[in-house]
């Protein structure tokens, strides 16, 4: 059956090399000229155009293309020269289901790159996100998808390969139960990935708390989800935990909370001058989004009260960073102005001393 495949069954000589060499070259030089001029013209219609997907589709399937133009070429002149349909017979099996594949995979990484482009220019933050994190996902699942197949076929033309995929197509029953099982962690992660990109608990750049941990999504996976803590650690968390457990999305819809700072304070402290300063400091401050400035005494207990500050702004970032700041020149405040105010647990070493020597 593959004899006609075998080296030593070949007519070859020097001259039928020669008009190999020459029937191979002369389409494969056509085909890498109308690669080029087929590119060129291509370029110019996606400079018209107000999408950048276009642009990005075309720049990640050139290379494969160059290469598809050649095993066309090469696939045409098999058909007229005996010495190359033999070789083309041998590698056509590997090199078709590849190149395809390589096409496919690059006009997805195109489309990808593309849209991530155009929704950079977004205006609203969370729509932003809300659509990188779509594209990320479900562009790495079609990935998924055409390598899986791309070597699927590349296998299947291999014969002992095929012959195994037949004796196992026989017993399709227990073939599907054992490629089931095997496969479950897969296809749960997988799943679980298309999930995330339809329900969108979270999306990249979200800030959540996570095992008491706070950070930014930095990458969702099919299989896992990167969080960036603000120390710079990277917190590595199953994806489909994210759909099974409940976690904490502080900026999901939007970035504008509103946070606490916490006061003890002697409980015969007046709290109405130190109302009124903590208003005036934060109507003064530059992140301060005028939405909530409020301040309530929220416990009182025989030694101490407990005042709570209430402060928003229009990011995470800048919340936390005023915060600090509303901390800082309240305690800086109270000192100046209000000594008196401040709880002091101290130990007279003195007086303490001169009991003990009954000075």
């Avoid at 099982?181 to 990935?193: D, E, F, M, R, V």
């Avoid at 309530?296 to 005023?322: H, K, N, Q």
């Avoid at 020149?329 to 130990?347: K, Q, T, Y």
Wanted: with cysteine; charged share 20%.
């Amino acid at each position: 059956m593959f004899e006609r495949y075998d080296p030593r069954n070949w007519d070859i000589s020097t001259q039928s090399v020669i008009d190999t060499a020459l029937g191979l070259s002369i389409p494969v030089l056509i085909a890498l000229a109308l690669h080029w001029l087929g590119f060129r013209l291509l370029a110019r219609l996606t400079r018209r155009s107000t999408t950048n997907v276009d642009n990005c589709v075309v720049d990640a399937v050139r290379r494969p293309a160059r290469w598809a133009m050649i095993a066309i070429a090469i696939s045409i002149s098999a058909s007229a020269d005996a010495l190359v349909g033999r070789g083309w017979d041998l590698a056509a099996g590997f090199l078709v289901p590849a190149l395809l594949g390589w096409v496919a995979y690059a006009v997805i990484d195109g489309i990808v790159a593309g849209l991530e482009v155009d929704a950079a220019a977004s205006a609203d933050p969370v729509a932003l996100r809300a659509r990188r994190t779509r594209v990320s996902i479900l562009g790495r699942t079609t990935k998924v998808a055409i390598i899986i197949v791309t070597v699927s076929l590349i296998l299947f033309s291999i014969p002992a390969v095929k012959q195994i995929g037949v004796t196992l197509m026989a017993s399709a029953g227990l073939a599907a139960l054992a490629v089931g099982a095997a496969a479950q962690p897969a296809l749960k992660s997988l799943i679980a990935g298309i999930q995330m990109a339809m329900t969108q608990p979270l999306r990249l750049g979200d800030m959540v708390k996570v095992d008491g941990e706070v950070g930014r999504i930095e990458e969702i996976r099919m299989s896992f989800v990167t969080v960036r803590t603000w120390d710079e650690r990277l917190i590595i968390v199953p994806t489909i935990r994210f759909l099974d457990e409940s976690f904490e999305n502080w900026s999901r819809i939007s970035e504008k909370l509103t946070g606490p700072v916490f006061l003890h304070l002697d409980p015969a402290t007046e709290v109405g001058p130190i109302r009124a300063e903590f208003e005036r400091f934060v109507a003064g401050h530059e992140l301060w989004d005028q939405r909530t400035v409020a301040l309530l005494m929220t416990e009182a207990y025989p030694e101490s009260m407990e005042l709570r500050l209430s402060v928003s702004a229009a990011t995470i970032g800048d919340l936390w960073t005023l915060r600090c700041a509303v901390r800082e020149h309240m305690l800086d405040w109270l000192r100046r102005e209000m000594p008196g105010a401040l709880i002091r647990h101290r130990l007279e070493v003195e007086s303490a001393n001169a009991r003990v020597t009954g000075g």
